[in-house]
């Protein structure tokens, strides 16, 4: 990485940015879907068939967030989100809410949040209350037993896509930290970016299916690296 060309940088997380704070990512050894088929809980077809369920699987992922808290990794990107002078984008697959909660605020949720939910029958979105769920009123419409946890489903379009494109296609540096890259749209970032002229990093515990696509992969915690690596991008600022 060279000075003066990072001037816009788009960065990816996936769940091992929040495995170090104790959340469980959902492809490790004991990952959210070794307890659960993703067809029972994360479609909107198990919703409707057994929206308790449901229901239950994201109450038990909200409960937990009370006892976690950002890690390092979370704490260096919002440093690097007030202290970068470009463009910055933060792109998050996960619903936790550990990345505001470090102070990021160039921050985007493509896959919705834990700490929302939705209603289906006045299509508001709201703080998630907590005693909340199956037979939750809506606290705009009034509408009860219509509330969903406002989280991207498989099947279901992420939110924001135009304008993750948009900084994809302008960016100088495109970093994707802890994920797999078994899911997409977010596994074709990284093509996206390198297509338009980005420079690419990976950080993650492992390589990931996409390694390949990187210009750059480093293999290690993300608690440990991650602030490395701002640190290093804040020296050519
Ligand atoms: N530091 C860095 N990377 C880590 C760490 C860590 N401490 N711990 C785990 N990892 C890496 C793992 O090696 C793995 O490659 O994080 C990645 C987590 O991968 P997944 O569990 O597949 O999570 P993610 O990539 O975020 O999943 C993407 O899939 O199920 C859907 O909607 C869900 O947003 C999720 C999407």
């Not at 879907?33 to 057994?50: L, N, S």
């Not at 933060?90 to 919705?112: C, F, P, Y």
Request: charged share 25%; aromatic share 8%.
């Amino acid at each position: 990485m060279s000075r003066g060309s990072l001037g816009r940088i788009v960065i990816l997380t996936g769940a091992g940015v929040s495995a170090e704070s104790g959340l469980a990512t959902f492809r490790g050894p004991d990952g959210l879907w070794e307890g659960h088929r993703v067809e029972d809980v994360c479609t909107p077809e198990a919703f409707q068939r057994d929206p308790a369920l449901v229901h239950a699987f994201y109450d038990a992922r909200r409960a937990k967030l009370g006892s976690v808290k950002p890690n390092a990794a979370h704490e260096t990107l919002a440093k690097l989100d007030a202290q970068w002078p470009g463009e910055l984008l933060l792109v998050t697959q996960n619903v936790d809410d550990l990345h505001e909660r470090a102070g990021s605020k160039r921050l985007l949720h493509m896959h919705g949040e834990l700490t929302k939910g939705w209603c289906r029958s006045c299509d508001e979105r709201f703080a998630w209350s907590g005693d909340m769920g199956q037979s939750a009123r809506c606290s705009s419409c009034g509408t009860a037993g219509q509330v969903r946890p406002d989280i991207v489903w498989f099947g279901e379009m992420p939110y924001d896509m135009e304008r993750i494109d948009e900084a994809l296609q302008h960016a100088d540096l495109f970093v994707s930290i802890g994920t797999s890259g078994a899911v997409y749209p977010a596994a074709g970032f990284v093509q996206t970016a390198r297509y338009c002229g980005a420079q690419t990093l990976e950080i993650n515990l492992e390589p990931s299916l996409g390694s390949t696509f990187f210009d750059e992969s480093r293999i290690g915690p993300a608690g440990k690296l991650v602030p490395e690596w701002v640190d290093e991008v804040l020296s050519l600022a």
